[in-house]
T-cell receptor
Framework: AQSVTQPDIHITVSEGASLELRCNYS??????LFWYVQSPGQGLQLLLK??????LVQGIKGFEAEFKRSQSSFNLRKPSVHWSDAAEYFC????????????FGRGTSLIVHP | NAGVTQTPKFQVLKTGQSMTLQCAQD?????MSWYRQDPGMGLRLIHY???????DQGEVPNGYNVSRSTTEDFPLRLLSAAPSQTSVYFC?????????????FGPGTRLTVL
């Protein structure tokens, strides 16, 4: 079965600084990978996903993520953080081959200082 | 499109009471899921459905029932509420299997069991 780890519970950055949120997964083959964002009091919204092909994936709101098979990682990045990016970020992984069940990480809470 | 709607937004129950959390989607999605979100635990899958009349258990199904009589609706029933079921509940839908496609989440139901 697949698993996913988000090592950082909280991340604090200053507005305008760059951001990297870490995600490591465990799965034998190439997984399907997702990043979702949850604003306070809201449901989750997809930022980006990786299924195959180019390992650098562009998403909404200026986010990108890079799939590194050798490191079993799918880290989320943004070059310049805005105050509105403060939210909870979840990485999710699913087994390739039609899995119905994605596994979510525990989330990373992003705090943005002005 | 309203997307995924959930009612109620908030609910307080006493131990032993039963209730139904409602979920509806207007995107004609075949796949629907229920998750619970607890602090530091991320999202955990309760039950899911791959189409009308077909449901299956997720990671934490005990104490919950579901049915799927129509494509649009996927209610979650708590049979006899317990304090351990205090949580935020999210319904999600997707056109393809949840692990292979973007999931669209409702705004959530915050449930407190006293």
């Amino acid at each position: 079965a697949q698993s996913v780890t988000q090592p950082d519970i909280h991340i604090t950055v200053s507005e305008g600084a760059s951001l990297e949120l870490r995600c490591n997964y465990s799965y034998g083959a190439t997984p399907y990978l997702f990043w979702y964002v949850q604003s306070p009091g809201q449901g989750l919204q997809l930022l980006l996903k990786y299924f195959s092909g180019d390992t650098l994936v562009q998403g909404i709101k200026g986010f990108e993520a890079e799939f590194k098979r050798s490191q079993s990682s799918f880290n989320l990045r943004k070059p310049s953080v805005h105050w509105s990016d403060a939210a909870e970020y979840f990485c999710a992984v699913a087994a390739s081959g039609g899995s119905y069940i994605p596994t979510f990480g525990r989330g990373t809470s992003l705090i943005v200082h002005p | 499109n309203a997307g995924v709607t959930q009612t109620p937004k908030f609910q307080v129950l006493k131990t032993g009471q039963s209730m139904t959390l409602q979920c509806a989607q207007d995107m004609n999605h075949e796949y629907m899921s229920w998750y619970r979100q607890d602090p530091g635990m991320g999202l955990r899958l309760i039950h899911y459905s791959v189409g009308a009349g077909i449901t299956d258990q997720g990671e934490v199904p005990n104490g919950y029932n579901v049915s799927r009589s129509t494509t649009e609706d996927f209610p979650l029933r708590l049979l006899s509420a317990a304090p351990s079921q205090t949580s935020v509940y999210f319904c999600a839908s997707s056109a393809l299997a949840g692990g292979t496609d973007t999931q669209y989440f409702g705004p959530g139901t915050r449930l407190t069991v006293l």
